[in-house]
């Protein structure tokens, strides 16, 4: 069972940045997708980030330019950087992982990831 463990929530500034980690343990796959959703309250859970363990990624429009995700896979780390962080990027950040299947890319689909973390809380201040 693949547990994932979020980190690096926390207070800042608007035009402030962060950097959001999540620890993937005994992830054995060769090939696997880990994303970046967030849920505010009151709104749906959206995607933000994707990463195929390829190296590619891709980006929901509204953090284009401003977040980037990278996986270490030394570390078993997935990671967010964010910068120039909105009011509107407050939320509780989850990340998520699964199998690439083979041919496959990664989605932004939340039903397709199989593992979840607890999620951490970013917070942003006008």
């Known amino acids: 069972q693949v547990q994932l463990v979020e980190s690096g929530g926390g207070s800042v500034q608007a035009g402030g940045s962060l950097r959001l980690s999540c620890v993937a343990s005994e992830y054995t796959y060769v090939s696997y997708c880990m994303a970046w959703f967030r849920q505010a309250p009151g709104k749906e859970r959206e995607a933000v980030a994707v990463a195929d363990s390829d190296g590619s990624t891709s980006y929901a429009d509204s953090v284009q330019g401003r977040f980037f995700t990278w996986i270490d896979n030394h570390k078993n780390t997935l990671y967010l950087q964010m910068y120039t962080l909105k009011s509107e990027d407050a939320s509780m950040y989850y990340c998520?992982?699964?199998?690439?299947?083979?041919?496959?890319?990664?989605?932004?689909?939340?039903?397709?990831?199989?593992?979840w973390g607890q999620g951490t809380q970013v917070t942003v201040s006008s």
């Open positions: 998520a992982a699964s199998r690439r299947i083979p041919g496959s890319g990664c989605t932004n689909q939340e039903g397709d990831y199989d593992y």
